[in-house]
């Protein structure tokens, strides 16, 4: 959704396709998230290559169904995934993003629906390339998820056009 919204100012968009991603940003997702010190997206400043966010699923799930868990911890794994790997290159718009692979693996029984510590990472990024890697914490400290991601994006200097 935080790419929605870059998406959203870029000036070459068309006005249609604005509305649609507007549409998008306003509809209800199913997972709750709360961004620990989230990067200012606005001010184009490179940032370190790393978001934490605490994330659980709407509603109850239940103790019974580790399928439907791991199902919404794949939904949550790629929530601002490959933002993550853009953070150092804010000086730059995105013209186009695009996942080419993503791993997870599953380490220990989860609850979804409970309140879980997301951390992400990128140790790389660069030649329109980006790796992502993350991990997905119990309130009691024990790894239950681990995802990785590499994607590709297409950017484009954010330069300001002068308005004389």
Avoid at 71 to 100: G, Q
Avoid at 132 to 155: I, M, P
């Amino acid at each position: 959704f935080v790419l929605f919204s870059l998406f959203c100012r870029d000036p070459d968009l068309t006005e249609s396709y604005k509305m649609g991603l507007t549409k998008m940003l306003a509809e209800e997702v199913p997972i709750e998230i709360k961004p620990i010190n989230p990067p200012d997206y606005y001010r184009h400043v490179p940032t370190e290559p790393v978001q934490r966010f605490w994330v659980r699923a709407r509603g109850y799930i239940g103790d019974g169904n580790m399928k439907l868990h791991c199902c919404v911890a794949a939904y949550i794994s790629d929530y601002s995934f490959l933002a993550t790997a853009l953070l150092p290159h804010m000086n730059y718009r995105v013209k186009f993003m695009a996942s080419l692979d993503h791993s997870m693996w599953f380490h220990t029984p989860f609850r979804s629906d409970e309140w879980m510590l997301y951390e992400c990472e990128s140790p790389w990024s660069g030649d329109c390339r980006g790796l992502v890697q993350g991990r997905l914490w119990k309130q009691n400290g024990v790894l239950a998820v681990s995802c990785a991601q590499e994607g590709v994006f297409y950017v484009k200097p954010a330069t300001s056009k002068s308005k004389l």
